[in-house]
């Protein structure tokens, strides 16, 4: 049980996410009627832009990952969706715009051609946006190899003191090595219990706390301790993790914690004592949920209740009539080009943020994300808004129910099993139908 | 006709078929010497046309001639190679269709140009698309839905869902929606029960009397010429006749060619 509802829980953080680029790609197919194939580039721009972004903040004004500010995120956020945005704008004014005439075939292989270019000027070895500390070597003078001599050494005397630049922590483009993006979003367990609280009173050995309570410890769940403890009048907390067997436990018991080179002395430290819930539920996908919806949301009155969305809804159906209502089509084209790769640049970046390991802009793991995402839009409807939020999740939980249940290795299969099988049974997908509702 | 232009005097047959068209109102529209050719398709060679304020003008003529091309590269649908149009005596030909409707011109085109996925009430409020005067667009919608009380009762439906007729209408009033001082209607009775046709020309004239003026495209020659003020016949991308209506109607030329008079 707590299985399927942990992996249901995946399911919807990973399909708001599908679910956003897929409105990217439905967008711009409703509009030009062509299968935009940078897409997913334009995803992988943002997660990198996440990356470099949210790096260069860090090391510039020397915070941690987690005390970075809350507005970090908010300012990394934009920063994607503004690169992604121009990005877009000019992809379609360059690349696709010169051939609205041209038969659709001719921009397709446009499509790929920008996406390639994107692939490859992405992981070029890029000049450093921020490095780390300066490295500073100091050896006798007669020693200096002729690489080192070159660098100009500061001899005084016999030593020779040489500075190294320190290592590239962010490049721009982003070179071919992948990275770890920090985690720039608050994260914790949501539904927690605390099953106790309180002092632990004398014990003499360290690493141990004494409890000042009776507690009951349950058989197949983890607990751990969060412990606040003043040192040299600086407040401290740490999280421990318990070493007992489960069961009653009365106060004035002494309860071991894992062993660690350099047990603390928990003597007169504030400590409290955690159960964790069968389905953990993470602020992280809380919040990557919660802005998805937002996003979906507000896409949704957008192209259904305001006066643009019509337009983008006419234009969609015949750009001719669209321009004689005082529509101007380059406009409304370059709008929803935007629209699309600021969603994909959102959910690239609360992408970084769940999983920071980010391959190298040419990987074919972004390339299989993309194409994912891609499924899920002509799963639901080529053209459909509602069609692609629908895909999204219809396809993250095939794949990780199928992960879970089935087998992980054959995970891409489902997707593509599932593509064929709604495209025999609806080639139009689940919501498109012959009187189209596109956009 | 086309003989006209080969005849040993042309400059007097001419003469005789095209007469300018002289009324009271200001100049609201001038085409002058208009080509327009798609690709190695010419369709225009020289046309001129004169509408002014006030008027109905209609421009008849067979199928291909060439009718929905001018319409079309007046309201900047197409880019004709060579000419001049004025509106208002501002130059207007290389502006996109969408500065047009700004310009105080709006063009329902042929085929009506309805957004089939969209509900009858959006298409109606795209025609006010490039207005901002939330009063006026308010009072204008309440016209065109009197003028057009069918429609009103659709408003809810998808557009696509409407027939023929109630699309026609549909498209007459989402013109009216941007308020035009120039109307251009292409073929507005195409495949429309001789009744609704009716209804659809009486209401083309209350337009116009209502302070619209209109450039009408027709192949129902009969119906246009007894509505317009002056009348233009196209034939294979050029001006073969121009005079007033009446005289129009009454000529033998365009009785035997376009009224399927004998
Ligand atoms: N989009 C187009 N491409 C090529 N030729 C066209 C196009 N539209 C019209 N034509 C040609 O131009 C001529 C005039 O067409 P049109 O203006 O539609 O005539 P009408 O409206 O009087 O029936 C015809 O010969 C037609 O075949
Ligand atoms: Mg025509």
Same mark, same amino acid.
């Given at each position: ?15 708001? !996410? ?46 941690? =990952? ?11 956020? +934009? ?5 992604? #945005? ?31 270019? %994107? ?24 020693? +200096? ?11 005084? #005397? ?16 982003? #070179? ?25 009173? #004398? ?15 349950? =058989? ?21 993790? %318990? ?55 507000? +896409? ?42 600021? %969603? ?73 099993? !599932?593509?064929?099988?709604? +495209? ?16 | ?5 080969? &005849? &040993? ?50 421009? @008849? ?109 549909? $498209? ?5 929606? $941007? ?30 009397? $209502? ?15 007894? @509505? ?35």
């Amino acid at each position: 049980m707590a299985d399927f509802f942990q992996t249901l829980i995946a399911t919807i953080a990973v399909g708001s !996410l599908y679910a956003l680029v897929a409105l990217g790609y439905t967008l711009v197919y409703g509009i030009l009627k062509f299968i935009n194939f940078a897409h997913s580039d334009i995803f992988v721009l943002g997660a990198w832009t996440t990356f470099a972004g949210s790096t260069v903040f860090l090391t510039k004004f020397g915070y941690e =990952p987690e005390q970075s500010p809350w507005w970090l995120g908010v300012c990394v956020l +934009l920063l994607a969706i503004f690169v992604c #945005g121009l990005t877009g704008y000019l992809i379609e004014r360059f690349a696709y715009r010169p051939l609205r005439k041209a038969p659709r075939l001719n921009v397709l292989i446009t499509a790929i051609g920008v996406s390639l270019l %994107l692939q490859n000027v992405g992981q070029l070895p890029g000049l450093a946006l921020v490095r780390g500390p300066e490295r500073v070597v100091t050896k006798p003078a007669d020693q +200096l190899t002729d690489r080192e001599k070159s660098t100009n050494p500061e001899i005084a #005397g016999d030593t020779a003191t040489i500075r190294e630049p320190g290592e590239a922590l962010a490049t721009l483009p982003f #070179g071919s090595s992948p990275k770890r993006a920090p985690t720039i979003l608050p994260d914790a367990v949501l539904n927690e219990t605390v099953v106790a609280s309180g002092t632990s009173k #004398g014990g003499a050995k360290r690493g141990v706390i004494v409890l000042d309570q009776a507690i009951e410890l349950v =058989p197949d769940r983890g607990y751990r301790l969060e412990i606040a403890r003043t040192i040299d009048g600086q407040p401290r907390r740490e999280s421990l993790n %318990l070493a007992v067997e489960p069961g009653k436990y009365e106060a004035g018991v002494e309860l071991a914690t894992q062993p660690r080179r350099n047990p603390a002395d928990l003597d007169g430290a504030r400590y409290t004592l955690v159960r964790d819930p069968l389905v953990p539920i993470r602020l992280l996908d809380v919040l990557i949920v919660a802005s998805s919806l937002v996003l979906m949301a507000g +896409l949704q009155v957008l192209v259904f209740r305001t006066k643009l969305g019509s337009a983008m809804r006419a234009v969609s159906f015949n750009v001719d009539t669209a321009s004689l209502m005082g529509i101007n089509v380059n406009f409304v084209i370059s709008f929803t080009f935007v629209l699309g790769t600021a %969603l994909a640049a959102a959910a690239a970046f609360l992408y970084a943020m769940k999983y920071p390991s980010l391959q190298q802009p040419a990987s074919g793991v972004w390339v299989l994300l993309g194409l994912k995402a891609f499924v899920a839009a002509v799963v639901g409807g080529i053209g459909n808004v509602r069609g692609a939020v629908l895909g999204g999740f219809l396809i993250a939980g095939i794949e990780f129910f199928g992960a879970r249940y089935i087998s992980t290795e054959l995970r891409d299969v489902y997707v593509f099993g !599932l593509l064929i099988v709604v +495209l025999l049974v609806r080639p139009n997908g689940l919501l498109g139908s012959a009187v189209r509702e596109k956009v | 006709m086309s003989a006209a232009h080969t &005849d &040993d005097n042309p400059a007097k047959l001419a003469e005789q078929h095209i007469r300018p068209n002289t009324g009271d109102g200001p100049v609201m529209l001038q085409v002058s010497d208009l080509h327009m050719a798609y690709g190695a398709i010419r369709a225009l060679h020289g046309v001129d046309l004169t509408v002014r304020q006030g008027q109905i003008v209609t421009l @008849i003529g067979c199928n291909g001639a060439g009718k929905s091309t001018t319409l079309r590269s007046i309201s900047g649908m197409c880019k004709p190679q060579r000419g001049k149009i004025t509106l208002e005596g501002r130059e207007i030909l290389g502006l996109p269709s969408h500065a047009m409707v700004r310009l105080g011109m709006a063009h329902s085109p042929e085929g009506r140009g309805i957004f089939a996925n969209l509900t009858v009430e959006e298409n109606l409020e795209l025609g006010a698309f490039a207005r901002r005067d939330k009063s006026g667009i308010a009072a204008d919608r309440e016209r065109a839905l009197t003028l057009f009380p069918r429609v009103r009762e659709r408003m809810k439906q998808m557009a696509g869902t409407l027939s023929g007729g109630e699309q026609q209408m549909l $498209a007459m009033a989402r013109a009216l929606m $941007a308020r035009p001082r120039l109307l251009l209607l292409d073929e507005p009775s195409l495949g429309l029960a001789p009744q609704i046709v009716q209804t659809i020309f009486k209401i083309i004239r209350e337009i116009n009397a $209502a302070g619209t003026t209109v450039l009408l495209v027709e192949q129902n020659a009969h119906m246009a010429l007894n @509505i317009a003020h002056f009348g233009y016949v196209l034939e294979v991308g050029r001006i073969v006749m121009a005079r007033p209506a009446k005289e129009l109607a009454a000529s033998d030329e365009v009785r035997k060619a376009y009224l399927g008079g004998h």
